[in-house]
């Protein structure tokens, strides 16, 4: 259902004719962008807003809409630009930003450490993974020393064990080369309890680990706030 703003009945003055204190741009110059509210915030990615109807006026609508911030964060270009004076542009604009965010959250969790408990990968995948609406299944390279290579996308949509097959996942692991192997997908449920497909995949992909000589140390799934792992379960 459209989400379209109109409040001619109610005047609104233009951000510009604003005290230049209180303008989202310049409060952030000159305070500090702490100092700025959530709706003020998005108000500046926005830029503008459309008629009677200023991008502050317009971000607070949105923020309404939404539950929280974290709802907002997983909402698809379509679904913003219901919003007069919100397209395709500044709907871009705002996702990128939150996407910007997940992936600096990510980093600030994700040293150079060496990963020694299933903890250490949520804390670095769960920003990036709890707010998706597909099912995405990775798998992370970790070297001799547990440090993490890289991360590589296997496979986005409902798992299943046709797409997720071991050539696929030992090829990444053999030409980077890794040591060993974690797996990482994601429930957007928010239910973390793993199905009978993801424990029939596990042993498939643990088998052939064997067989290559590159250990799967753990299977985690993120639901939401939520985790599972298959070797703090004792299922791997």
């Known amino acids: 259902m459209s989400k379209q703003i109109c409040e001619s009945s109610q005047f609104h003055s ?3 004719d604003w005290p230049r204190d209180e303008r989202p741009r310049e409060k952030l110059l000159h305070r500090g962008a702490h100092a700025l ?3 003020e915030l998005l108000a500046i990615l926005i830029r503008s807003g459309t008629g009677n109807v200023t991008a502050v006026d317009l971000a607070k ?10 709802d907002l964060s997983s909402r698809t270009v379509e679904e913003l630009t219901q919003y007069r004076g919100l397209g ?4 871009i604009a ?3 930003a939150f996407e ?7 980093c600030q969790r994700g040293k150079r450490s060496p990963i020694s408990s ?13 707010d998706l609406k597909q099912e995405k299944f990775q798998i992370i390279l970790l070297n001799s020393a547990n440090h993490i290579l890289r991360d590589v996308e296997i496979s986005t949509g409902i798992l299943d064990s046709s797409l997720v097959h071991p050539r696929e996942v030992f090829r990444h692991a053999i030409l980077e ?7 990482l997908h994601n429930h957007p449920s928010g239910n973390p309890e793993p199905s009978g497909e993801d424990i029939q995949i596990t042993q498939q992909l643990v088998e052939a680990g064997k067989i290559m000589g590159i250990p799967v140390h753990d299977h985690i799934i993120i639901a939401g706030d939520a985790y599972t792992s298959f070797a703090e379960r004792g299922i791997l």
């Open 14 to 16: 233009k951000i510009k």
């Open 37 to 39: 509210s959530d709706a």
């Open 61 to 70: 609508r949105i923020l309404t809409d939404f539950s929280s911030l974290s």
């Open 88 to 91: 395709k542009a500044k709907g």
């Open 94 to 96: 705002v996702i990128a």
């Open 100 to 106: 910007l965010g997940r992936r600096t959250a990510a």
């Open 118 to 130: 299933p903890q250490d990968i949520v804390n670095r995948y769960q920003p990036m993974m709890r």
């Open 177 to 183: 080369p890794a040591a060993s192997v974690i797996l």
